[in-house]
């Protein structure tokens, strides 16, 4: 693609950061990404992706020429037209979103004579836009533009997210600069929703909050499911089909995690309170995400009586499949409760590690996870686990358990493998 001369400078080399940059490149733009840890930056320079996200690797090897890395901020900045903001906000004890990185990239700006846009890739709170605003104004930096242009992306298909987004939000204090960053998705199919600062910054709460709420929705039908005789995968095929519906987010299952859905809707539960208004919803969401993640263990209990010293066998820590993300993990919160409850935790994933889970077992294959086990949970969907040669699977454990915690496999199918298996709001788990 031809080289179209802009140069866009990315803060933070994280799952965005480097998604964004590495796009921005293959749209034909000269990219600087820079970041505050030497390994990752060091990393990069030698051709080498320090997360795992599907397609990234590939991108960031043919943009090559359009790529660099780097630690310094002047460096980065040097002659660059936008700068892209996309370090952690990660929740603060109170659940308010911890804006310390989001500061320090705005006060470590140096001090451009020339024409620079500041855009917020970094999921923040309603306002935080009118804040940069004002810094940049005392600083005597008025001359620097800034854009809210949040990120819908999901980690595991975040460069086709990126590339093929269902919208494009814009949200400018000046529509020139508006203009700018809508320009530099040119090549990009997708509808352009331009707006205000704020509703930019709501737009991203928003959605991520519609998303959950499908999910704790759909979970609490699995419940109800369960306790009635109904099959939720039914039931989810029969409301998905209504146009006013639609099918995406309702696969019930063991609860969302990841660095964004807890995150987001505590930070937008916080900043509503914060303006004294009380949400029911979202609070019921994530009340009833919390009580899913912990649904597996009265399951166990059922059919294995007390958990001590029994082996259970995680398969899947990430937070989802195809990424090495395990942020928020419904594995990690299930791990806690089962060691708790005195259990030997023995945990398999293809990509994530159990790092700082301390007290599980990782092991590097589904047969070495199974093995001796009473019971197997599966909380990641990895596509590899419909390859597995289950019935040999349940001819080594010592109880052929299966607690289906994605609903990914036939019910009928694993039983005929020789398990006793249960789903999440599976009719056949009321089969006992
Ligand atoms: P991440 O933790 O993977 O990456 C953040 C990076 O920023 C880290 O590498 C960190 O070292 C770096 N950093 C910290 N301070 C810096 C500084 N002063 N200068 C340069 N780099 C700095 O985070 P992420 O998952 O990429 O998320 C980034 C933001 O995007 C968050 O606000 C998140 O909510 C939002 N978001 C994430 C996703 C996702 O799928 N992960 C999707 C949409 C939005």
New binding site residues.
């Given amino acids: 693609m031809a080289d179209r001369g802009n140069r866009i400078a990315v803060?933070?080399?994280?799952?965005?950061?480097?998604v964004t940059g590495a796009c921005f490149a293959e749209l034909g733009h000269r990219v600087t990404v820079?970041?505050?840890?030497p390994a990752?930056i060091e990393a990069l320079r030698r051709g080498e992706v320090p997360?795992f996200e599907p397609g990234l690797e590939d991108l960031l090897e043919r943009n090559r020429e359009r790529l660099s890395f780097t630690l310094d901020?002047a460096e980065a900045i040097d002659g660059a037209e936008f700068v892209y903001v996309?370090?952690?906000?990660?929740p603060t004890y109170s659940g308010d979103?911890d804006l310390s990185?989001v500061w320090?990239?705005i006060d470590?700006l140096p001090a451009v004579d020339h024409r620079v846009v500041v855009a917020m890739?970094?999921?923040?709170p309603v306002g935080t836009g009118e804040k940069v605003r004002h810094r940049l104004d005392e600083r005597g930096l008025a001359h620097v533009g800034y854009v809210s242009n949040?990120?819908?992306?999901?980690?595991g298909t975040?460069v086709r997210d990126f590339m093929e987004p269902d919208r494009i939000v814009v949200g400018a204090f000046d529509e020139a600069d508006g203009d700018a960053v809508e320009g530099l998705h040119r090549g990009i199919e997708a509808p352009v929703v331009r707006s205000d600062v704020a509703s930019a910054e709501m737009i991203?709460l928003a959605a991520n909050a519609a998303l959950m709420t499908r999910i704790s929705f759909i979970n609490e039908i699995a419940n109800v499911c369960e306790a009635t005789g109904a099959d939720v995968v039914k039931v989810a095929e029969g409301i998905g089909h209504d146009r006013r519906i639609g099918k995406s987010f309702l696969r019930a299952g063991v609860g969302f995690g990841?660095?964004?859905f807890p995150?987001?809707s505590l930070a937008l539960k916080q900043l509503a309170a914060s303006s004294g208004y009380h949400f029911q919803v979202l609070n019921a969401v994530i009340e009833v995400n919390e009580l899913q993640k912990r649904r597996v263990i009265g399951k166990l209990k059922q059919r294995l009586g007390a958990l001590r010293g029994k082996r259970i066998a995680l398969l899947g820590l990430a937070f989802k499949p195809n990424t090495d993300?395990t942020r928020e993990a419904p594995a990690f919160v299930l791990a806690g409760r089962l060691l708790a409850e005195g259990a030997d935790v023995v945990a398999w994933d293809p990509v994530a590690h159990a790092d700082g889970l301390h007290g599980v077992e990782q092991v590097g294959t589904v047969d070495e996870a199974t093995r001796g086990a009473d019971a197997v949970v599966l909380v990641t969907e990895w596509p590899e686990l419909a390859d597995v040669d289950w019935a040999a699977v349940a001819a080594q454990m010592r109880t052929p358990l299966f607690v289906d915690g994605r609903n990914m496999l036939d019910p009928e199918t694993m039983r005929a493998a020789g398990f006793t298996y249960d789903g999440i709001g599976r009719a056949a788990a009321v089969e006992r």
Avoid: N, Q
């Fill in positions: 803060f933070g080399a994280g799952y965005v950061g480097l820079r970041d505050v840890i990752r997360i901020v996309a370090v952690g906000t990660p979103a990185a320090t990239v470590e890739k970094s999921t923040v949040p990120e819908f992306t999901a980690e975040a991203k990841g660095s964004c995150k987001d993300d």
